[in-house]
């Protein structure tokens, strides 16, 4: 199964929830059933495939990133208090640093 953790900042201001899908194809699914949400940008992170989508104007953003075949990760970014700033950002940022700190393949 996949494992989930979140982080939640002290002032509250925002919300992160990274998930690892190690028998799951994430990336084809997130393809699949969220491809016609307003925010659908496919893009590579540390030369993977991935995709940034959010599903409306809420400040969640989402980041999926293809690691393997079956295997993938998930980023999720709330910004809690208004003004919103970039959920979409933070998001791929975090995406970018998990996929960095991730051993390589053997």
């Known amino acids: 199964g996949h494992r989930v953790c979140v982080w939640v900042d002290s002032d509250n201001l925002g919300e992160l929830a990274v998930t690892t899908y190690p ?24 030369g993977l495939p991935a995709v940034v989508h959010q599903p409306g104007p809420v400040p969640t953003c989402y980041v999926t990133v293809g690691l393997a075949q079956r295997q993938g990760l998930g980023v999720e970014f709330s910004d809690t208090q208004e003004p ?11 995406a970018e640093v998990a996929v960095g700190n991730l051993p390589p393949l053997k």
């Not at 919103?84 to 975090?94: F, H, K, N, T, V």
């Open 23 to 46: 028998d799951w194809d994430i990336l084809e699914r997130t393809y699949a059933n969220v491809a016609s949400d307003p925010v659908f940008e496919p893009l590579m992170i540390a």
């Open 84 to 94: 919103y700033e970039d959920p979409c950002g933070a998001a791929r940022m975090a």
